[in-house]
């Protein structure tokens, strides 16, 4: 393991590791494909992920045989375990928590800032519900394209002349540093979610007219629905655990096929040998 961590320059996280193995490896993945390890309880996000981390594996090549039987195998599961449990019916990610604080609060003009899964999910919402204005900085417009009047694409260094025309900023980008500061909110007033890890925007927590919300915080508006939401997932680990003999019976009988081979070689040893002393 030393080697491995040396190898990917991994050593400064060796505190936030754990190592599993065999059986119980298989079932943390399970688990984590149906969201019982999410920041948000069954979080829906996670499987997409994996999803990705499969076909990013796939296409250089690194992944086969009983490793990608067991992606392919949490993939099905964590799909599985969504339809019999209904999650759904009990919103959990961050962009549905989301639009569900602001639709009970009347918030009708939005900013996304950035335009990646988590905020593409969010518009989704947002575009369920009532709302007059909603702008959406990229650094790129031409590659965003919505047929919308209500909506306005815009150039992120251009969003600091829009900030003044909304309630609520949320801003979910992969940059690796801050993008929102608080000189940009000076004049601002209303209700800012920061989605990003690391970060997106810059310490506000104590602006009198903002309301703030980080992703370690907002899972705490969900306290409605948290427990209704983690009894009904008990209620079908089921599903896991059925996925988890499946997977196990699998690796269990590919061992026995390898034996089986080899019985099969010495077999025809022994007859080809019969045949030539005849």
Known sequence: MDEILEVLNFKDFRDVLFIKEEKECVLHLLNVAC????????????????RDALILAEDL?????????????????????????????????????????CRKRRIRRYMLIGFGDVNRLTLKY?????????????????????????????????KNRYIEDVECIISATSAPHIVLKREDLKSFKGYVFDLAVPKDVEDIADIRDIVYFDIDTIKAINDENIEIRRRTMEENRYVIDEHLEKFMSFVNTRCLSDVIKRLQKVQIVFIWQGLKGI
Do not use: H, M, W
């Not at 031409?142 to 815009?154: L, M, Y």
């Open 35 to 50: 969201g019982f390890d999410s920041i948000i309880l069954g979080e829906e996000q996670i499987l997409g992920q994996i």
């Open 126 to 158: 947002i575009l369920s519900s009532n709302f007059d204005v909603l702008y959406i900085a990229v650094r790129d417009v031409d590659k965003v394209d919505i047929e919308d009047t209500r909506i306005s694409v815009i150039n992120f260094k251009d």
């Open 61 to 101: 090549r690194v992944i086969s045989g009983t490793l990608k039987r067991l992606f392919d195998e949490a993939i099905s599961c964590g799909k599985e375990f969504r339809v019999k449990s209904r999650l759904n019916t009990y919103p959990v990610s961050s962009s549905s928590i989301i639009a569900n604080y």
